[in-house]
């Protein structure tokens, strides 16, 4: 673990390699799982206020979800999370042509109709956040279902970080990715006799 301003990052960050693969995963991270997507209160109100232009880009069994059940539910931690259709994957999903999940969220973002992009919990995947008292805790979670992910990340070369520049960036600014990017280089020192 690295302690950087009152974050504990987790060396994995700086070890693992990883970058989506949507043709071989075809978004599985946004249908498959026991709970929706971790959303703040705050972002359950952004989606809330903003869902008229959102639901153009929805499913109607998402739509109706969120109609029925709000855009949020409590999960057995009882933090909010997004609505899930039937149970399975979350309300604001939508399948192209391909058959490849995407998010109706940002795709109404990407056609100018509101600021907000997607939950950040959605954005800095597979990195989670945990929260304490004194830190917030920065791990990676490994996933099966991200195997091609990890594969590709190898290929590519790109550690878990350098893949979520923006969401990391969005979440806790240029400083803390520039001392991301230092932690890193300390990392390297360390593990490769450099």
């Known amino acids: 673990m690295f302690e950087i301003e009152d974050k504990l990052v987790a060396s994995e960050l700086f070890e693992r390699k990883f970058v989506c693969d949507l043709n071989a995963c075809k978004?599985?991270?946004c249908v498959e799982g026991d709970a929706g997507a971790p959303v703040t209160e705050e972002e359950v109100k952004i989606i809330e206020k903003h869902l008229e232009e959102i639901k153009p880009y929805m499913r109607p069994?998402?739509?109706a979800a969120v109609?029925?059940?709000?855009?949020s539910y409590p999960d057995d931690f009882n933090?909010?999370?997004?609505?899930?259709?039937n149970?399975?994957?979350?309300?604001?999903?939508?399948?192209?042509e391909k058959g490849?999940?995407?998010?109706a969220i940002e795709a109404?973002?990407?056609?100018g109709k509101l600021d907000f992009k997607k939950p950040i919990s959605c954005h800095l995947y597979p990195i989670r956040v945990k929260k304490t008292k004194s830190f917030q805790i920065l791990n990676?979670?490994?996933?099966?279902?991200?195997?091609?992910?990890?594969?590709?990340?190898?290929?590519?070369?790109?550690?878990v970080y350098k893949f979520l520049k923006e969401p990391l960036i969005r979440a806790y600014g240029e400083v803390f990715y520039k001392q991301m990017e230092e932690a890193d280089t300390v990392w390297e020192n360390e593990n490769t006799g450099h």
Not at 67 to 71: D, F, H, I, K, Q
Not at 100 to 103: G, L, V
């Open 27 to 29: 978004g599985a991270c």
């Open 61 to 63: 069994e998402g739509i």
């Open 67 to 71: 109609e029925e059940s709000g855009v």
């Open 79 to 85: 933090e909010p999370v997004t609505t899930l259709v």
């Open 87 to 96: 149970g399975k994957e979350c309300a604001f999903v939508y399948f192209d």
């Open 100 to 103: 490849i999940t995407k998010c």
């Open 108 to 111: 109404a973002h990407n056609d």
């Open 140 to 159: 990676y979670e490994y996933w099966s279902i991200c195997a091609p992910a990890c594969t590709f990340g190898e290929q590519l070369n790109v550690k």
